[in-house]
């Protein structure tokens, strides 16, 4: 997506100065005459989330391999070239704060829906206004927020107008638009992603509002001059928001509502901000190195049959937040990557648990959660199947195709047997034991083993 060539060429140094002197003066001049009009519309009131929207990509926080300088959709959007696309990403990475980027710089008319307020008759109305737009030569953009909220039907509402280029559109979604956008429409779209942000750029969000006079904390409150903020409560929205630097803010701007002035200084304590979150300081973030330390430590204390401490590392998880069906997965993996054929009932046990989860939540689901846990821990050991299936995926990929042998060949269609396939086979069921002599390897990896017994393994019961 880093290819000029998806826009065509970049307009001439004068061309461009000109555009964004005129993009300046018409931000100046306000929302009344910016066709974008509800995006930028933000009253001295709003909540904070709204007031910090970035009003240049100086003020952008993250996606940095999407909008970092150089970067295609940066040039697109500060050239005016902007396509029909698509933003998929978790709540509050900037999809929203992109759209409203995008309405400051361009000079067609921008229009904005929400698919979760709009329908098919307010797509139509747009699409009349754009018809208008573009016969006078201007290009309408219509965002499109959460637009996995509408149905198949209403997305064929767009198509045409899309595919005929009567309106650029712009679509946000938290879903995976493969499954949740019609696939004609999304041939006519460039997707972007968008990531969660990392704690670094919460943090240089949170610290924004802070020391912002004119849009942040203190902007408009009498008798409030400064704001402090303890490092502890710094650490702790950081680590509550998870990377959505939308809930960052409303939690900041929750906490700065109840916090202490001393002096004409709000300040901002970690006492507080556990009241507001209601949450314990458990130092466990999802995107920092916690998340990998503690689900590392249960992984190794499940491996290492150690009940109590892998009761601990997952308590510690759970306490903080974690997703239980992530849980439920690694221990579904470590069922049978770790104890595999030793006891393979703890596969079954930990797929239980795992369902389980999906049906009844928390804070119930803890339990069958520990409950599999446990029984992994407490379980005999062995990896000989992850051994094996690495040791033949190595010789999948280091060797050539073989062909499967002849007598193995699939059967089930008219001529197959002419082509000599399944010629030779022997059926195992027709023979004493339920087994005979045959080869099942092709003929060039005779011999070779990838599959070695652990100690703890079951005997081959398949043959004498």
Same mark, same amino acid.
Request: net charge neutral.
């Given at each position: 997506?880093?290819?000029?060539?998806?826009?065509?060429?970049?307009?001439?140094?004068?061309?461009?100065?000109?555009?964004?002197?005129?993009?300046?003066?018409?931000?100046?001049?306000?929302?009344?005459?910016?066709?974008?009009?509800?995006?930028?519309?933000?009253?001295?009131?709003?909540?904070?989330?709204? #007031?910090?929207? @970035?009003?240049?990509?100086?003020?952008?926080?993250?996606?940095?391999?999407?909008?970092?300088?150089?970067?295609?959709?940066?040039?697109?959007?500060?050239?005016? #070239?902007?396509?029909?696309?698509?933003?998929? %990403?978790?709540?509050?990475?900037?999809?929203?704060?992109?759209?409203?980027?995008?309405?400051?710089?361009?000079?067609?008319?921008?229009?904005?829906?929400?698919?979760?307020?709009?329908?098919? !008759?307010?797509?139509?109305?747009?699409?009349?206004?754009?018809?208008?737009?573009?016969?006078?030569?201007? #290009?309408?953009?219509?965002?499109?927020?959460?637009?996995?909220?509408?149905?198949?039907?209403?997305?064929?509402?767009?198509?045409?107008?899309?595919?005929?280029?009567?309106?650029? $559109? *712009?679509?946000?979604?938290?879903?995976?638009?493969?499954?949740?956008?019609?696939?004609?429409? $999304?041939?006519?779209?460039? *997707?972007?992603?968008?990531?969660?942000?990392?704690?670094?750029? /919460?943090?240089?969000?949170?610290?924004?509002?802070?020391?912002?006079?004119?849009?942040?904390?203190?902007?408009?409150?009498?008798?409030?001059?400064?704001?402090? *903020?303890?490092?502890?409560?710094?650490?702790? /929205?950081?680590?509550?928001?998870?990377?959505?630097?939308?809930?960052? $803010?409303?939690?900041?701007?929750?906490?700065?509502?109840?916090?202490?002035?001393?002096?004409?200084?709000?300040?901002?304590?970690?006492?507080?901000?556990?009241?507001?979150? !209601?949450?314990?300081?458990?130092?466990?973030?999802?995107?920092?190195?916690?998340?990998?330390?503690?689900?590392?430590?249960? *992984?190794?204390?499940?491996?290492?049959?150690?009940?109590?401490?892998?009761?601990?590392?997952?308590?510690?998880?759970?306490?903080?937040?974690?997703?239980?069906?992530?849980?439920?997965?690694?221990?579904?993996?470590?069922?049978?990557?770790?104890? %595999?054929?030793?006891?393979?009932?703890?596969?079954?046990?930990?797929?239980?648990?795992?369902?389980?989860?999906?049906?009844?939540?928390?804070?119930?689901?803890?339990?069958?959660?520990?409950?599999?846990?446990?029984?992994?821990?407490?379980?005999?050991?062995?990896?000989?199947?992850? $051994?094996?299936?690495?040791?033949?995926?190595?010789?999948?990929?280091?060797?050539?195709?073989?062909?499967?042998?002849?007598?193995?060949?699939?059967?089930?269609?008219?001529?197959?047997?002419?082509?000599?396939? %399944?010629?030779?086979?022997?059926?195992?069921?027709?023979? @004493?034991?339920?087994?005979?002599?045959?080869?099942?390897?092709?003929?060039?990896?005779?011999?070779?083993?990838?599959?070695? @017994?652990?100690?703890?393994?079951?005997?081959?019961?398949?043959?004498?």
């Amino acid at each position: 997506m880093g290819q000029m060539g998806l826009w065509g060429k970049a307009d001439q140094e004068a061309e461009q100065d000109a555009r964004l002197r005129g993009n300046h003066e018409r931000e100046l001049s306000g929302a009344k005459q910016n066709p974008a009009g509800g995006l930028l519309a933000i009253p001295a009131d709003a909540p904070l989330a709204l #007031r910090m929207t @970035p009003r240049s990509f100086e003020e952008f926080v993250g996606q940095e391999d999407l909008v970092g300088p150089g970067k295609a959709l940066r040039v697109a959007i500060e050239g005016d #070239r902007v396509p029909s696309m698509l933003f998929w %990403g978790p709540p509050g990475t900037g999809k929203t704060a992109l759209a409203r980027l995008i309405a400051m710089k361009t000079r067609s008319a921008f229009r904005e829906l929400s698919a979760v307020t709009s329908g098919v !008759q307010d797509v139509r109305d747009v699409v009349a206004e754009a018809a208008k737009e573009k016969k006078a030569g201007k #290009r309408t953009i219509l965002f499109l927020d959460e637009i996995h909220r509408f149905n198949k039907a209403q997305q064929d509402a767009l198509l045409p107008h899309v595919e005929r280029g009567t309106i650029a $559109l *712009i679509g946000a979604t938290t879903e995976n638009p493969y499954f949740s956008v019609n696939p004609a429409l $999304l041939s006519r779209m460039r *997707i972007f992603s968008l990531s969660h942000l990392s704690p670094e750029h /919460i943090e240089t969000i949170v610290r924004r509002a802070v020391e912002d006079k004119e849009r942040g904390l203190a902007a408009g409150s009498a008798g409030v001059a400064e704001v402090e *903020i303890e490092d502890g409560a710094l650490q702790h /929205i950081v680590g509550f928001s998870r990377g959505d630097a939308r809930v960052a $803010l409303n939690v900041l701007e929750a906490l700065y509502n109840v916090s202490d002035v001393r002096d004409g200084k709000a300040v901002l304590t970690l006492s507080k901000a556990l009241e507001i979150t !209601q949450s314990p300081q458990l130092f466990y973030d999802k995107l920092g190195d916690q998340h990998y330390d503690i689900i590392s430590a249960f *992984i190794k204390s499940m491996r290492g049959s150690d009940p109590d401490a892998a009761v601990y590392w997952l308590a510690r998880m759970l306490e903080a937040g974690e997703d239980p069906r992530f849980v439920a997965r690694r221990i579904v993996i470590c069922a049978s990557e770790d104890v %595999g054929l030793a006891d393979p009932m703890a596969l079954v046990v930990a797929e239980a648990a795992f369902r389980a989860c999906e049906h009844i939540g928390m804070p119930e689901a803890r339990i069958p959660l520990a409950h599999a846990a446990i029984y992994v821990a407490l379980a005999p050991k062995s990896n000989s199947a992850y $051994l094996a299936v690495e040791k033949a995926s190595q010789a999948v990929k280091e060797r050539p195709a073989y062909p499967v042998p002849p007598h193995l060949r699939g059967t089930g269609y008219a001529g197959a047997e002419k082509l000599g396939h %399944g010629v030779g086979y022997k059926y195992a069921h027709d023979y @004493p034991g339920h087994w005979v002599e045959q080869q099942y390897l092709p003929r060039e990896l005779m011999g070779e083993k990838f599959f070695a @017994p652990g100690e703890k393994d079951p005997p081959n019961r398949g043959r004498p």
